[in-house]
Each structure stands twice: as structure tokens, then as C-alpha cells.
């Protein structure tokens, strides 16, 4: 059974990088199809789906957060992380990291994830 887990800084300034890193256990981030999204939920608002790193190292993002988003891999540690530059407090967030069926399934990214981490907190202020 596939396992995430989210770590990273809790309390980020404005204008800094905000980086968060997933740990996968249980099951390898380059095993054919499945794909790695980076998800956020804002307080009192929906989930939002920022990007994803598919099996074989190829990136896509929300057009809304593309130019401030970077989603990278680590394979010798089994990790995937994401990098949002710029950041403002309405980037304050449970950030959450999860496998995504989008490529399994024929889905658009986000629209089905089968393995959650538990989310970690990340709040922008000075």
C-alpha cells in the first residue's frame, strides 16, 4: 500500500519560496502510469490542484500557478517536491501530496487521486 508524506517549513515569509518535499513509500514514483500531484486547500475554500510529475518525469501545472511553480524528483529517495515562488498570504494552505489515476484512468489531473498524505499546514505571513 502506497504511503505520502508532506514536510517542509510551516510558516513561510511573503515574497520568500515556499518548498515542500513528499516522501512515497510502498511503491516506486516511477512505476507506469501513475502520476504525483501537489494539491492545496485554502481555508474555507475547495481543493486546488497546483501540478503534477508524471512516472516519467514530465511536468504540468495549473495555468493559474504555472509561473510561480516548480515540481521536482528525487528517484534515489523515492521523493517529489514542489516549489512555489513569490508567495503572498493567500498562498496559505493545507498542502497536500497525492498519486493521481489521471493518465490510468484517462482523467484530467487532480480529478482522481487514490493515495492521500495526511497534509501539512503552511502559512504565509510575516
Known amino acids: 500500500q502506497v504511503q505520502l508524506q508532506e514536510s517542509g517549513p510551516g510558516l513561510v515569509k511573503p515574497s520568500q519560496t515556499l518548498s515542500l518535499t513528499c516522501t512515497v513509500s510502498?511503491?516506486?514514483?516511477?512505476?507506469?502510469?501513475?502520476?504525483w500531484s501537489w494539491i492545496r486547500q485554502p481555508p474555507g475554500k475547495g481543493l486546488e490542484w497546483m501540478g503534477a510529475?508524471?512516472?516519467?518525469?514530465?511536468?504540468l501545472y495549473s495555468s493559474s500557478l504555472k509561473s510561480r511553480t516548480s515540481i521536482s524528483r528525487d528517484t534515489s529517495k523515492n521523493q517529489f517536491s514542489l516549489q512555489l515562488t513569490s508567495v503572498t498570504p493567500e498562498d496559505t494552505a493545507v498542502y497536500y501530496c497525492?498519486?493521481?489515476?489521471?493518465?490510468?484512468?484517462?482523467?484530467?489531473?487532480?480529478?482522481?487521486?487514490?493515495?492521500w498524505g495526511q497534509g501539512t499546514q503552511v502559512t504565509v505571513s510575516s
Open positions: 510529475i508524471t512516472y516519467d518525469g514530465n511536468t
Open positions: 510502498g511503491g516506486s514514483i516511477t512505476t507506469s502510469y501513475y502520476a
Open positions: 497525492a498519486r493521481d489515476l489521471a493518465i490510468v484512468r484517462g482523467r484530467s489531473f487532480g480529478d482522481e487521486c487514490d493515495s
